[in-house]
């Protein structure tokens, strides 16, 4: 059993609290391209319908929902139980629990493909980005894909420079987490990791996966989007 890392709570806070994810994908350019380009690589991605899709981290079932309305059968796990409670709501096509991608209860080789679209960069330790990505491969059938997503190393930087918040305190802040690639709360977002592309390669050979193909989502103009607001 995984020790279970302080961060957890922060984590579970910010869903519940503070943030509405249920929201993101609809409410803001970034989050609508997002979703198209996510939906698009799905598409590409995974098996033929009907497959058996489990959805780690799927919070309240924005994919989990679409996947299951064109004939998958999908499970979603998700560390809020609050996300949780949403997503058997909305989507009553899936089944949902709440769960840890470190340790997840189900059988070896039980689905024909993997999401991991939230759990890899709300796990700031390498280890245990590795055993997530290790639990998905054990459940994974032989040949099936995992799908991971991550948030880039610019982000921080990315993001704060388009609210206008680089300053002389948050300069600080920024240069730390580029350097490290464990966010800062004081950015407004919750306990996060963000990766260099190469961690990536290395992070999923080490879980004894195969070299992924790396897609970008949303690219480096984005913010212009949300200044656009198209």
Do not use: K
Request: with cysteine; aromatic share 6%.
């Amino acid at each position: 059993m995984p020790h279970h890392r302080p961060a957890e709570p922060d984590i579970r806070r910010y869903y519940t609290e503070v943030f509405a994810e249920a929201e993101r994908l609809h409410r803001a350019p970034q989050g609508r391209l997002e979703s198209v380009r996510t939906r698009d690589l799905l598409c590409r991605l995974l098996p033929a319908p009907p497959a058996t899709v489990l959805d780690v981290g799927g919070g309240p079932g924005a994919y989990a929902g679409w996947l299951a309305a064109a004939g998958h059968r999908v499970h979603l796990v998700d560390l809020v139980p609050a996300h949780v409670a949403a997503a058997r709501d909305a989507h009553p096509g899936i089944t949902a629990s709440v769960g840890d991608a470190r340790d997840l209860p189900l059988p070896d080789d039980s689905v024909d493909a993997t999401l991991l679209l939230g759990p890899l960069y709300h796990l700031t330790e390498r280890a245990d980005r590795v055993t997530a990505l290790r639990e998905a491969a054990r459940l994974t059938r032989p040949g099936g894909p995992v799908v991971a997503a991550v948030i880039s190393r610019n982000a921080a930087l990315m993001d704060l420079t388009r609210q206008g918040r680089v300053d002389e305190r948050t300069r600080p802040i920024l240069l730390a987490t580029y350097a490290s690639g464990v966010n800062d709360p004081e950015t407004g977002f919750t306990t996060a990791y963000f990766h260099r592309p190469e961690q990536v390669v290395q992070e999923f050979t080490a879980a004894g996966l195969p070299v992924p193909d790396l897609y970008g989502v949303e690219g480096s103009l984005w913010p212009l989007l949300d200044a656009l607001d198209v």
